[in-house]
């Protein structure tokens, strides 16, 4: 392996590093501002459209976690790309998108049973609130 693969291996770990730092950060920034709207919802029961606020900001948080993941997947698919690759790299920092993706990481068990659980039983409460 050139020096050359080494160092666009570098630059893709940086990135990669980067994806999950995001995603950490927006799990740590989704989970406090759920868990302070469902505090203030908790003090005034009869205010039932903090609920939907609560359910609109779950499934934002959820989009953008499964954008991150879907982007820190794609780049580990390019680093074994790279990694595995006997030619000399052109240094491309694009990573491969395939069709279906975003659903896909959308509904990986991290995601879908920490947003999910919350975004169900959001929707138990307004049920029965309403």
């Known amino acids: 392996m050139s020096e ?13 590093e980067r994806m999950g730092k995001n995603s950490f950060v927006v799990k740590g920034w ?3 501002s759920i868990g302070a709207l469902f505090a203030f919802w908790f003090s005034n029961t009869s205010m039932w459209y903090i ?3 609560i359910l609109f900001i779950t499934i ?8 991150y993941l ?5 780049y580990r698919c390019l680093y074994d790309e790279v990694r595995s690759s006997d030619e000399e790299t052109d240094f491309s920092m694009t ?6 993706d975003f659903l896909v990481t959308l509904f990986r068990p991290i995601l879908k049973y ?13 049920v029965v609130v309403r």
Not at 6 to 15: F, R
Not at 60 to 67: I, N, P
Not at 95 to 100: D, I, L, N, Q, S
Not at 114 to 126: D, E
């Open 4 to 16: 050359y693969n080494v160092k666009h291996l570098e630059m893709i770990q940086a990135i990669i």
């Open 30 to 32: 989704s989970f406090t």
């Open 51 to 53: 609920l939907l606020l």
């Open 60 to 67: 934002l948080f959820w989009f953008h976690d499964a954008y």
């Open 70 to 74: 879907l982007l820190e997947r794609q």
């Open 95 to 100: 990573p491969k998108r395939e069709e279906g």
């Open 114 to 126: 920490t947003y999910g659980l919350i975004v169900i039983s959001t929707l138990i409460l307004i």
